[in-house]
């Protein structure tokens, strides 16, 4: 029998922190004063988080299916397996240590550097990149929990259910982020001609 996973306190303050309507908002470059390089430049973040997107949507699906009975535990490591067959997992757990992993890097290189040198070529839009990093730790602590349900699961102390309850909810929160990371930079990546 599954229980629907209840946020805690903890949860509730981690997603209080993302704060969307808190959100500061910078000035948008009109997209026909940008170069079709300049678009290139900006839409190339769009295609990095795609692939975060992708797979987390395959995670989720796969384990609702675990959920429903309508796939075994087994066949949900094989169907992840085929996901991210370039970084030889075999289990879920270890799928979630190495999703977590990648996320964290690909915001630690945004925090390092991407993020500074946006804000070095305009200062306005510090206060962008500022919640930007911010998020980037919510996002770090809904990482960490869901890299610690699929541990409990692998080692048999926690059900699917909190796994996919964990998954769907980094999705919700990432999609969130990516998007306004998106409307916020895209363009400015591309006037500013910053390679990502």
């Known amino acids: 029998m599954h229980t629907h996973h209840e946020a805690s306190p903890d949860e509730l303050a ?15 470059p009109d997209p026909a004063e940008l170069t079709p390089e300049e678009r290139r430049l900006g839409q190339h973040l769009a295609a990095v988080h ?16 675990v959920a429903a009975g309508t796939l075994d535990p087994e066949a949900l490591r094989s169907q992840i397996n085929r996901l991210t067959m ?14 977590c992993r990648l996320v964290t890097i690909h915001h630690t290189i945004e925090d390092e550097n991407l993020f500074p040198a946006i804000a070095e ?4 839009l510090a206060p962008v990149v500022a ?3 911010q998020e980037h730790e ?24 909190e796994v996919r309850a964990r998954a769907v909810r980094l999705t919700e929160v990432l999609s969130s982020h990516f998007a306004y990371e998106e409307e916020e930079l895209a363009g400015p990546i591309g006037r500013l001609r910053i390679q990502i």
């Not at 970084?87 to 999703?99: H, V």
């Not at 070529?121 to 306005?124: A, C, I, K, N």
């Open 14 to 28: 981690e997603l209080a922190e993302l704060d969307e309507a808190g959100r500061p908002r910078a000035p948008k």
């Open 131 to 133: 919640k930007l990093s």
């Open 86 to 99: 370039r970084q030889n997992l075999w289990t879920l757990g270890a799928f979630c240590a190495s999703f």
């Open 138 to 161: 919510v996002i770090a602590g809904l990482l960490t929990a869901l890299d610690e349900a699929c541990v409990r699961l692998v080692a048999g102390s926690a059900e699917v259910e």
């Open 50 to 65: 795609d692939g975060y997107r992708h797979e987390m949507r395959q995670v989720v699906t796969a384990a609702e299916q």
């Open 121 to 124: 070529r305009d200062s306005g």
